[in-house]
């Protein structure tokens, strides 16, 4: 399902053909940095022949390399031996003073820098756009707001979309400060220390420069896996997000509540029983997963806490974990602009919702009128709650409704008259500081 829709760059960035690439361009970044420093064993020339020798070879075999390494068992020794064969000689020069995981963990920062840039972009392109233009559409369509999944005050249809809005922003904010933290390489040899006399922290921090990155802090023979554990927490909190979302309008959808649906197309089913039924699935395929999101997150705090150095439990999550992961969440964020984009906001039935309320949205408002009048909150509280109950209780019976009966009682009306107390029931009076939240929200 998710294949068809990921995005061709992020298929590609996750591929085996690019990762190979790219740990031919560190190794090539950290050759022209150390041919560059004082006193290099590298002969000058070495880094720019190499390169050029590269393009005119064209990519390297994935195959190739799967064979070697089905013969030595280690994946960059494989890697170094095919280049050697695709580049000659002066290949012997590529990995000098490096350690597997220098090139290991600085390709996975350039991918993962830019498979979050990729989410970024459609969330931006995609997701806040389409939020944004279902709020202002209703921004001042009434409906009946839920607390508990219960009738509770009006509020305007807009403030569903709009929430969300500011919730999947501030979530794109945490990937971008993620991005930033996992945008981190290490070319500091075995356990992080230099130690092999050839590569220095100069010379690191001038290959790392030219890839964009920046050096750990104190690395080991690996980057700190807090800041992977940091970007998959950021990943989880959108899918999170986008999951609040998605509950909210699986339970709009409902048969009882029908106040929004999703798109059908021409020819879709729903059921294979039932030619009747229209169910939301994209909004509980969302929810479904954002659990895997949350289950990675969960794994890549798993990996954090290593034996001494390094050991290797890291590394068979994380190749499962970050493709899909950055995969998972760039099609999430599609899917929900998908539906957002799509929805059907049935504002009549937002209204006749609203009616069905009997109005007793008004409650909050009776009291505090009855409290500036006088009466104490503890009495107000009781007498607007009798009413309210009593209307709850004979409801389609024919009874008073609720403003009737407060109208007709004599503890009401003689601290409130009619107007002000008609005055408690306007959905305008409800709704007049709703364009206040969204200039809030909306403020560039």
């Known amino acids: 399902m998710i294949a068809r829709y990921t995005r061709p760059e992020l298929a590609a960035l996750w591929s085996e053909s690019r990762r190979l690439a790219l740990f031919l361009e560190v190794e090539l970044a950290a050759t022209a940095a150390l041919e560059a420093a004082p006193s290099s064993p590298i002969p000058p020339g070495t880094a720019a022949r190499l390169r050029q020798l590269a393009a005119q070879v064209g990519p390297l075999d994935p195959s190739r390399v799967a064979e070697i390494e089905q013969r030595i068992q280690h994946e960059l020794l494989a890697f170094l031996e095919h280049v050697e064969e695709r580049l000659g000689p002066e290949a012997r020069w590529l990995h000098f003073g490096l350690t597997s995981s220098d090139v290991l963990d600085t390709v996975l920062a350039l991918q993962l820098r830019e498979a979050t840039q990729i989410i970024i972009r459609g969330i931006d392109e995609q997701l806040l756009p389409a939020l944004r233009r279902q709020a202002t559409a209703h921004q001042q369509t009434p409906m009946i707001g839920r607390t508990h999944g219960i009738f509770a005050e009006p509020i305007a249809a807009g403030l569903i979309f709009l929430g969300s809005y500011a919730e999947i922003d501030r979530a794109k904010a945490r990937v971008q400060r993620a991005q930033k933290a996992i945008s981190v390489g290490k070319l500091s040899g075995a356990v992080g220390i230099y130690g092999s006399g050839s590569?220095?922290?100069?010379?690191?921090?001038?290959?790392?420069?030219?890839?964009?990155?920046?050096?750990?802090?104190?690395?080991?023979?690996?980057?700190?896996?807090?800041?992977?554990?940091?970007?998959?927490?950021?990943?989880?909190?959108?899918?999170?997000?986008?999951?609040?979302?998605?509950?909210?309008?699986?339970?709009?959808?409902?048969?009882?509540?029908?106040?929004?649906?999703?798109?059908?197309?021409?020819?879709q089913k729903g059921s294979s029983a039932m030619p009747h039924k229209k169910n939301p699935i994209s909004a509980e395929n969302l929810c479904g997963l954002a659990r895997l999101l949350r289950a990675s997150a969960s794994a890549a705090i798993e990996n954090i806490a290593l034996w001494h150095e390094r050991d290797i439990s890291h590394s068979s999550v994380e190749r499962v974990i970050m493709p899909d992961s950055t995969t998972l969440c760039d099609y999430m964020v599609q899917r929900a602009a998908r539906l957002v984009s799509g929805l059907s906001v049935r504002t009549e039935r937002m209204r006749q919702n609203l009616s069905e309320s009997g109005d007793l949205y008004a409650s909050e408002k009776v009291m505090l009128q009855l409290v500036r009048a006088g009466m104490s909150r503890q009495s107000?509280?009781?007498?607007?709650?009798?009413?309210?109950?009593?209307?709850?209780?004979?409801?389609?019976?024919?009874?008073?409704?609720?403003?009737d009966r407060l109208a007709g009682d004599p503890q009401v009306t003689e601290r409130l008259s009619g107007e002000a107390l008609s005055a408690c029931f306007e959905l305008a009076t409800q709704l007049q500081h709703v364009p206040t939240i969204f200039m809030r929200a909306l403020r560039d």
Do not use: K, M
């Not at 922290?201 to 890839?211: D, F, N, Q, R, T």
């Not at 997000?241 to 699986?250: C, D, G, P, Q, S």
């Open 199 to 267: 590569v220095t922290p100069e010379v690191e921090e001038a290959a790392l420069s030219s890839l964009g990155l920046t050096a750990e802090t104190v690395a080991t023979q690996i980057v700190g896996r807090d800041r992977h554990a940091e970007l998959l927490w950021s990943l989880a909190s959108l899918g999170a997000a986008i999951e609040r979302l998605a509950v909210n309008l699986r339970h709009l959808q409902r048969s009882e509540v029908r106040e929004v649906e999703e798109a059908f197309a021409p020819g």
């Open 380 to 403: 107000a509280y009781e007498l607007v709650q009798r009413h309210a109950l009593a209307c709850v209780a004979d409801r389609g019976l024919g009874s008073p409704s609720f403003l």
